[in-house]
């Protein structure tokens, strides 16, 4: 079985410091996971993802995360955070598969990220 | 490429009534899975279907239910709601032969149920 822990439900960063979002994992084979998006009224939006080769993620918006087996984690970090980062974020794990429930998502509890001026 | 889409955007119900919401994948998809998220929670596994069958299940009642259709657009339905059932209910798609499984988001239904 799966399962994710974000640990923060809230974070608040002043623009242009780094941004930290941390999450752990749970899983009893080889995991693929990910990091959504989700803007006030809005779906989720991909942000990236991994899936067995390099360790280290690069996403969309200046957005990275790196799997590291030994501490089961896969934080989500940016060097410098916008205004526009406002969101909240979640992190994501699923099993290799094709379909079933093998194949679906188990979502954490979503870390909110405020950005100060 | 047109994405995934749901309506309504927004919809009231009353307690004990049914409802249904609706969800088009996203082009060459055929495979639909449905989550819920209550208020400040994670989304959460609904069912899958994929070609029109239901294809794994999380931990829902019976009275939530759904339906592919050939094109393999799909429909929620909630029987006998609960103030709980309350939420934004979300519906990805995805290509079935996509190794990494990876899921394309609609912008939700907000279901209140008064």
């Known amino acids: 079985a799966q399962s994710v822990t974000q640990l923060g439900s809230h974070v608040s960063v002043s623009e242009g410091a780094l941004v930290l979002l941390r999450c752990n994992y749970s899983?009893?084979?080889?995991?693929?996971l990910f990091w959504y998006v989700q803007y006030p009224n809005q779906g989720l939006q991909l942000l990236l993802k991994?899936?067995?080769?390099?360790?280290l993620v690069k996403g969309i918006n200046g957005f990275e995360a790196e799997f590291k087996k030994s501490e089961t984690s896969f934080h989500l970090t940016k060097p410098s955070a916008h205004m526009s980062d406002a969101a909240e974020y979640f992190c994501?794990?699923?099993?290799?598969?094709?379909?079933?429930?093998?194949?679906?998502?188990?979502f954490g509890k979503g870390t909110k990220l405020s950005v100060k001026p | 490429e047109t994405g995934v889409t749901q309506s309504p955007t927004h919809l009231i119900k009353t307690r004990g009534q049914q409802v249904t919401l609706r969800c088009s994948s996203q082009?060459?998809?055929?495979?639909v899975s449905w989550y819920q998220q209550a208020l400040g929670q994670g989304p959460q596994f609904i069912f899958q279907?994929?070609?029109?069958?239901?294809?794994g299940r999380g931990n829902f009642p019976p009275r939530f239910s759904g339906l592919q259709f050939p094109n393999y657009s799909s429909e929620l339905n909630v029987n006998a709601l609960e103030l709980d059932d309350s939420a934004l209910y979300l519906c990805?798609?995805?290509?079935?032969?996509?190794?990494?499984?990876?899921?394309?988001f609609g912008p939700g239904t907000r279901l209140t149920v008064l």
């Open positions: 990805a798609s995805s290509v079935e032969t996509s190794r990494y499984n990876e899921q394309f």
């Open positions: 899983s009893s084979v080889p995991p693929y």
């Open positions: 991994y899936t067995s080769a390099a360790t």
């Open positions: 994501a794990v699923t099993a290799p598969g094709y379909g079933g429930s093998q194949g679906n998502l188990i």
């Open positions: 082009s060459g998809h055929n495979t």
């Open positions: 279907y994929y070609r029109e069958e239901e294809n």
